[in-house]
Structure formats: structure tokens, C-alpha cells
């Protein structure tokens, strides 16, 4: 018998109500798609085409209007919003074209945020696992520096060791490197494919990059709101 999957979409379709009763904007329509646990998976696509969406629903920021988005087998829909909200803080890591770091706070700080969401003070375990992580990525000189004085690259990759550290299954990044020049792009890319192959975490992630894509073993492209095998 199979391993269960860590995350599927099954038969999904999303659409967005139009303005002034309009006809509804479909943005997916019957969607599949199956993540095995530590896999590596890129969706490809024109923008608007849903991508976001579907890290969106993949990560229980939203909900299918019809279809199921399943972890480990469990369907999210039937999770009360405060259960919701525990499986994205405990099972997923975020990372999105923005770095959406705290200015007033160092970068430790920012990492250690995910840890604080149910309350209660950060272990010296996590406080450690944290340090090791900034260090991983090159910025372990830099742990108590406020992010106004990193590079963009730096904010980035503070943004990726904040989505790790409550150890995820799977990290869902959108555009990781769109707003980063090619050097910084470059290393980021790098690091989501060496932190993937290194840690097991799955990653899924969605982006215009083909450097970024290549890091993946799976490509996948969205085209008229269905998920298919890319070359």
C-alpha cells in the first residue's frame, strides 16, 4: 500500500465573486494535485493563472468551493478556524515575495516570532535551533541586527529560517525571489533546494524563475486553472 500523501488538492475548484453580480472569476477548475512527503515541487505559470491560489488553499489560508485540500490525509475543510490556524503555525512555513519582517525587531526576534503565535516563552531548544539556522544561511554575524540594515538577499533569507523554525513538514513559498536582483536570487534559490535536500522539508513553491524551478524535482504548470506535468 502507497504512503498516504502529505498534501492534495482533490478536484479543486476556486472562484472569486465579480463586482456588481457578475459572472464569478474561476480561477481553478477541477485542480488535482498530489505532494509527497520531502518532495521538491515548482508551479510554473502566466500571472493571474491561480499559482498563489493555490499555495493559498494548500496552506488553509482560504477555502475550495468545491473539492477537498487534504494533509496527511485529513481534510482541511472540516477544521474549526482556531484548528486552522494551529495546523499553519505548527505545520507550515511561509515565505512570500515580501519579506514581511518587523522593522523594530532583530533579526533573531523576527525568526523566533512563529514560536511565540500560541503563547507562552521560546524554549532555549528553539532559541538554539534558531541561532543554527541563521547561521546555516550565513547570518549568524548579523542575529542582532535590525533588518533595516541587511541586503534584501539577507531580509529574504531571515524570512526563510522564520518559516523553519517550528520544523514544518512542508514550506510554501510564493515568488520567493521576485524581488530580489539575479546575485540574490541566485542564493536563495540555492538555499530553498539545499534546505529541502538537507532538512526533508517539502517545499513547494511558486514562481517565474526557471533557475528557481530547476531546484525542484517535480515542475508542474497551470494552464486554464488545471495543474499538468511540465517539462
Known amino acids: 500500500m502507497s504512503a498516504v500523501p502529505l498534501l492534495e488538492l482533490e478536484s479543486v475548484t476556486k472562484a472569486y465573486p465579480a463586482a456588481a453580480g457578475g459572472t464569478p472569476l474561476v480561477i481553478l477548475k477541477d485542480a488535482s494535485l498530489s505532494v509527497a512527503r520531502a518532495e521538491s515541487v515548482a508551479i510554473v505559470g502566466p500571472s493571474g493563472s491561480g499559482k498563489s491560489t493555490i499555495l493559498n488553499l494548500l496552506g488553509g489560508l482560504d477555502r475550495p468551493e468545491a473539492g477537498r485540500v487534504l494533509f496527511e490525509g485529513r481534510d482541511l475543510g472540516t477544521l474549526s478556524e482556531p484548528n486552522l490556524a494551529r495546523f499553519r ?71 526563510l529560517v522564520r518559516a523553519l523554525i517550528n520544523e514544518p513538514a512542508v514550506v510554501l513559498a510564493d515568488e520567493p525571489t521576485g524581488a530580489l536582483d539575479h546575485t540574490n536570487a541566485t542564493e536563495v534559490a540555492r538555499l530553498l533546494g539545499d534546505l529541502n535536500r538537507e532538512t526533508g522539508v517539502t517545499l513547494v513553491v511558486v514562481t517565474h524563475s526557471a533557475e528557481l524551478a530547476a531546484q525542484c524535482r517535480r515542475r508542474l504548470e497551470l494552464r486554464d486553472g488545471r495543474l499538468f506535468a511540465s517539462a
Open 89 to 159: 503555525n505548527r505545520s507550515v512555513g511561509l515565505v512570500f515575495q515580501q519579506h514581511h519582517l518587523l522593522p523594530h525587531a532583530t533579526v533573531l526576534e523576527n525568526v523566533l516570532i512563529p514560536a511565540l503565535a500560541e503563547g507562552g516563552t521560546v524554549a532555549d531548544a528553539v532559541v538554539q535551533r534558531a541561532r543554527q539556522l541563521l547561521d546555516r544561511v550565513g547570518l549568524s554575524l548579523r542575529s542582532d541586527q535590525l533588518p533595516g540594515r541587511l541586503s534584501g538577499g539577507e531580509r529574504q533569507r531571515v524570512a
